[in-house]
């Protein structure tokens, strides 16, 4: 019907009208135009599918483009022949339906219509969700931008999954959804799931929306991920609208946080740590938080800590019990502490989330990244109760975290050890390859360099795998030889029988000579944060700042690391430690400030300039004097 062909165009000229104050094109945009050499670019046909209507954003030519406007809705007028059509085609979905599928281009996520406007315009002014289209894919080609790199991992999720609409804004977040669903970007998805994600994707984006979530800089998806590293995909469909709008609204904070990631107050000394506003005024944030005078021997503040192993086999979980021990000695009967261990598994995480509830708890540590997402959770859920997960560089607002500089101690630990070996080789034994272990490793290596241009670091990952203890490697000279000089895991108990720990020389008889060996002072943060929910300082931060992500990440200054020497340790190479250990902690001297070339040959930063935090702990490059044991 006409009639509606001139609703659509009042449609059109209003969008027509909004875009031109806002100084913005009005018209359709034209791929052709976007994208100068798109014609040069490989084609892939994907066939026949269904697509969503809102990723139909323009054209592939500029043919037709000046008679839509920028929501598909017409500009031509009433007596034309395109008007005619337009009605014509009108009258058929409202009878019996839009059949005959359009063509249109994919490129970066976004579709461009070659063959049916009008059927996109029509559909689009009905409400229709999606159009049958025949889907050709322009790929772009491959290049170190972030938009790149997200790209061709949404290719990897599509030649399992299928999906277009799925569309995330960064790296990595595909591969935390296939995390998250137990998936990988390999092996095609089951069916079954593949029809679950999608009637969650489709409950989620339509409360998301009514919610005002296109008012965030964040695609639908990254707000699904969010949500789903809290609830399951199962409660999208299980639950009702009101249930997961609750949830929503609970999770607000999360997605202002997720749609601001460079908005982490990233806390790096100690005194900052002790008053994180500076110079700026102090605004109280207003959560519920007990007042000062309710912590006392009849009242005390329950602290509790959740690890995700015990002090029995794990050295890291045994430095933080000693960290729990001196905040127990520090405040003597004010506080009671309780510690769960070996939380693995979601059933023993529940339980020990359920106690600390039913404890009344009111500060809780987790001290492993792993049990981030369930420490997310009961945080958003219990507001009140102050958490904190052992972990950095984390966008969310109900958490903070925590975590230190123990790449500035391996930097020291590597020029020690290269300052006393003699055949330019080092041993270098890792743990499990989370967020801190390649910055270390990088760091190590960067110390032995600046000491010995020659040496090289020969790095053997244990995980599960068994140790080997004889590392060799070729000398310059190009003959075999064991490896004398190590570094080998931060710390162990007290009654562990093996002794390989810190950095140590290994003698040919199998005897070891101790030279240095890192610590953990986590009793140092533990102590401040106590301190801080005692004096009602916890939530006091700049009003400028009180929507930011709080992450503390302490060096050698702050005294959560440290470094034990061996009494034995020759005077010269005590002289060396003690003045790059005072660089270090005076901020003159930075480990990774400079060109630092890789062992690709590539080159990161830029003469005279630090690393960046961000640069640091997304480190996936090894540099240039590290290699592999054979």
């Not at 100068?36 to 954003?57: F, Q, Y």
């Not at 804004?169 to 990988?184: E, V």
Request: hydrophobic share 40%.
């Amino acid at each position: 019907m006409i009639t509606d062909y001139s609703r659509a165009k009042k449609l059109g000229e209003r969008e027509y009208r909004r875009k031109l104050v806002k100084g913005q094109y009005p018209y359709l945009p034209s791929l052709e135009e976007m994208v100068h050499d798109v014609d040069r670019m490989p084609e892939i046909s994907l066939g026949l599918a269904e697509i969503p209507l809102d990723m139909v954003v323009g054209t592939r030519t500029t043919g037709r483009q000046n008679a839509f406007a920028a929501n598909f809705m017409p500009l031509v007028g009433e007596d034309s022949e395109f008007a005619a059509k337009w009605s014509s085609l009108y009258d058929s979905q409202v009878e019996e339906g839009i059949r005959d599928p359009v063509k249109v281009y994919e490129f970066m996520n976004r579709f461009y219509v070659q063959e049916g406007n009008k059927r996109v315009s029509v559909l689009n002014y009905v409400g229709a969700v999606s159009v049958l289209a025949n889907i050709i894919r322009i790929r772009p080609p491959r290049t170190d931008s972030e938009q790149s790199i997200t790209y061709y991992e949404y290719l990897d999720f599509y030649n399992v999954t299928k999906s277009f609409e799925i569309v995330f804004s960064a790296p990595g977040r595909y591969s935390q959804l296939a995390r998250i669903l137990q998936q990988n970007l390999h092996d095609p998805w089951p069916e079954e799931l593949l029809e679950k994600l999608h009637a969650g994707f489709i409950a989620f984006k339509e409360i998301y929306l009514a919610r005002g979530g296109q008012k965030l800089n964040l695609t639908v998806a990254d707000a699904l991920l969010i949500y789903l590293s809290i609830y399951s995909l199962d409660s999208l469909i299980r639950e009702g609208r009101d249930v997961i709008g609750k949830r929503l609204s609970r999770l607000r904070q999360e997605y202002i946080a997720a749609s601001q990631p460079d908005r982490i107050a990233l806390i790096e000394s100690k005194k900052d740590a002790e008053t994180p506003a500076k110079n700026l005024a102090i605004t109280k944030i207003p959560v519920p938080v007990l007042p000062r005078q309710a912590f006392s021997p009849a009242h005390p503040l329950r602290v509790a800590f959740i690890h995700e192993k015990n002090p029995e086999d794990s050295g890291w979980v045994y430095g933080h019990m000693l960290g729990m021990n001196h905040i127990k000695e520090s405040f003597g009967s004010l506080i009671e502490t309780m510690s769960f261990y070996d939380c693995n598994n979601e059933e023993e995480i529940g339980q020990a989330f359920d106690t600390i509830l039913a404890e009344n708890c009111r500060l809780v540590f987790t001290t492993s990244d792993t049990l981030r997402p369930y420490a997310l959770r009961f945080a958003v859920e219990n507001p009140e109760i102050k958490i904190l997960n052992c972990s950095v560089n984390q966008s969310t607002h109900a958490l903070r975290f925590y975590y230190g500089k123990m790449y500035e101690a391996k930097f020291l630990l590597g020029a020690l050890a290269a300052s006393m070996e003699d055949d330019h080789r080092i041993g270098y034994v890792a743990g499990r390859q989370d967020m801190a272990a390649i910055p270390n490793i990088n760091a190590f290596a960067l110390g032995a360099q600046l000491i010995d241009p020659y040496c090289k670091v020969v790095l053997q990952w244990i995980g599960s795998e068994p140790r080997n203890d004889s590392l060799s490697a070729e000398t310059p000279a190009g003959k075999a030889k064991q490896i004398s000089m190590f570094s080998d895991v931060d710390m162990i108990r007290p009654e562990e029988h093996v002794r390989r720990y810190g950095v140590f020389e290994l003698a040919e008889n199998g005897e070891q000579k101790r030279i240095a060996a890192p610590i953990w002072n986590w009793g140092m943060f533990y102590e401040l944060a106590v301190r801080k929910i005692m004096d009602g300082s916890y939530d006091s931060m700049p009003a400028s700042r009180k929507d930011y992500s709080l992450n503390y990440w302490l060096g050698l200054e702050s005294g959560l690391i440290d470094i034990i020497l061996s009494d034995e340790l020759p005077r010269p190479a005590y002289r060396l430690f003690e003045l790059l250990k005072k660089g270090v902690m005076e901020g003159r001297v930075n480990p990774f400030e400079g060109v630092i070339y890789d062992r690709d040959g590539g080159a990161h930063g830029a003469e005279g300039v630090p690393l960046t935090p961000a640069e640091i702990m997304s480190m996936d490059w090894f540099v240039e004097n590290v290699c592999d044991a054979e």
